[in-house]
């Protein structure tokens, strides 16, 4: 989804895992996914874990990813960049793009070089590989995790010109482009030829994506639901018509934009922008607010007592014995750390 100054609360992205990014779903011993049920509210830990009075505070943070060594990756897509969070002391620097400064060029050596426009959602495959939609330079980037970034070329024998706000790769190499508003896009990984998968028609506008674990079903979140795409072909997992309601399948109901990412627990877990609320859907559909009263303000504690504002990105990752989500809290200038048992 675009994000622009003016624009301040209406946020994708996700880029990602992401991710808007995560790494492998587990399998248990049937071979299938192992599925993490949740636990109360209560039971989730919320506080602050970057930004506000830290030096090199954020502004306005947005789609997340975090790597394998716990480096958390976050679009501050108004100001062109993205930056990068020591996962040690929670420094802030830079990591790709210049600051109020955009551009479309490459950057193969990380130098921080005007090469970003409007980055937003940012998704990581297993390798590290950090996938960022560019909407503005009608590209999609590919960086490493030293700030490498180049542009994710293509042939394009049906003129298509999609404007990407999100970009992944499934198992097979075959890359995906999000449009916002024109739908999903292919670049074939047989002969790199671009071909158009689904239209905006068919899915709606789409504000972030992210992939399973094993890189083969994509989902995305578009028109208030939370749909999968397999096989080219879009179904709903969750949500049907504005609101704030938990449920299953068509009877929840999301806030409108919304981000999205995937946990190894094999649930997908959504910053619920307009609902100042974050929200665990399970495979089978259901939906279940885990942190956030639906207030807009800032407060850390229980997950049932605490608030948000605008909460715009968000990453899952493990450590020791728990499950984490990172969280952009949009209008509060922070990232905020939500823990959980696994």
Known sequence: MRVHSFLPCLLLVVSAGLQSCSKSTPKNNSGTDSVFISPPASKYMVETYAGGTTLNSLSYPGQMCVDSKGFLYVSETNHNCIVKIDPLVQLIGPFAGMFDNPGCTDDPFGSGSPSLTFPENLWINSDDQIFIGDYGCGKAKVANTT??????????????????SAACQDFAGNTFLLDTYDGVF???????????????????????????????????????????????????????????????????AFGGAMVICMGTDGNIYVADTYNNEIRQVTPGGSVTTIAGDGKAGFANGPGDKAEFNNPSGIAFTTIGN??????SDGNNNVIRKITFPK
Not at 147 to 164: F, K, R, V
């Open 147 to 164: 700030g490498s970034l180049t542009a994710i070329g293509y042939d394009n024998p049906y003129n298509l010109s999609p404007d990407p």
């Open 322 to 327: 728990n499950n984490i989500l990172y969280v």
């Open 186 to 252: 292919e670049i074939r990984a047989a002969d790199q030829v671009l071909v158009s998968l689904l239209s905006g028609d068919d899915v709606g506008i789409i504000s972030s994506m992210t992939m399973d674990g094993a890189a083969k079903n994509m989902y995305i979140s578009a028109n208030h639901r939370i749909q999968e795409i397999s096989d080219g072909k879009a179904s709903t997992i969750a949500g049907d018509s504005l609101g704030n309601r938990d449920g299953v399948g068509h009877s929840a």
